[in-house]
């Protein structure tokens, strides 16, 4: 669903999932319901949320954000597990959107190995942020220069077990 079709009732049962999930898998959900209701007043039409019904009842969802060029997945949720329910909502019915719209790519959020086998590839995010306190500040920065590298190595690692091809040579020992 998009734009005017999201209604309240859709954001109460999206956030009772987002809730539960983050519960029990994060700790610390730190979106609000009021969020949810004001982002679908303000940017209605920059908005995909995916929902799953069993027996007549939402059970799960995926929140998503409509950019120029791409689909952006947000935040996931379901208070039922099923096999592969994660992989429809989240990935599967994304991908479709962004087909269907003619978005160049969907950006499934960070995180996650198990992403390679469906075909996302690693890549670079990136993030901007003050810290006031100088000490902290040089703490986090040297943190992170050793994250730096580590990411690199993983992309790479990753990279190296794609999906898809690598070059027209891949190409000829498969035939």
């Not at 679908?40 to 007549?56: W, Y």
Request: glycine residues 10%; charged residues 25%.
């Amino acid at each position: 669903m998009t734009g005017k079709d999201i209604t309240e009732d859709h954001w109460d049962a999206f956030f009772t999932f987002y809730i539960d999930t983050g519960n029990r898998k994060w700790g610390s959900p730190y979106l609000t319901r009021t969020f949810f209701s004001l982002i679908g007043e303000r940017m209605p039409e920059d908005i995909l949320l995916v929902m799953a019904k069993r027996d007549g009842h939402y059970i799960a969802g995926a929140f998503n954000l409509i950019g120029s060029d791409a689909l952006y997945g947000r935040n996931w949720g379901a208070i039922e597990h099923h096999p592969f329910l994660h992989f429809e909502c989240c990935y599967y019915q994304a991908i479709d959107f962004a087909i269907k719209c003619g978005l160049a790519r969907v950006e499934a959020g960070a995180q996650g190995e198990h992403k390679l086998a469906r075909g996302y590839l690693p890549v670079h995010t990136y993030s901007a942020h003050w810290i006031a306190n100088a000490s902290f500040r040089r703490a986090v920065e040297d943190y992170l220069e050793g994250e730096r590298r580590y990411v690199e190595e993983g992309i790479e690692v990753l990279g190296e077990h794609s999906p898809f091809r690598h070059s027209a040579q891949d190409s000829s020992e498969t035939e």
